[in-house]
């Protein structure tokens, strides 16, 4: 099975913003609070537009909320 290759810290910058809820978040970024739970524990990667949306909440670059490691999982790829 593939792994994801992108992490994020939204949940620290939810804690850090005014202890945003996934609902308050969700809501600003128009998609369900089911989405959020499922990006914040990286089983489902977020769309070019919803990632920018999240950072754009956040006033921080994209990169500050996401990051793409691609040699995530190379090890178990390898044997």
Excluded: C, W
């Excluded at 593939?2 to 804690?15: D, M």
């Excluded at 809501?27 to 990667?45: F, H, L, M, N, P």
């Amino acid at each position: 099975m593939p792994k994801n290759h992108i992490s994020n810290n939204i949940r620290t910058l939810r804690f850090l913003n005014e202890e945003l809820t996934q609902q308050q978040l969700a809501d600003k970024v128009g998609v369900t609070r089911q989405t959020i739970v499922a990006i914040e524990k990286a089983k489902y990667s977020p769309t070019l537009e919803l990632a920018f949306k999240i950072a754009a909440v956040f006033n921080v670059p994209l990169n500050e909320v996401f990051t793409y490691n691609p040699d995530a999982g190379a090890k178990d790829s390898k044997k």
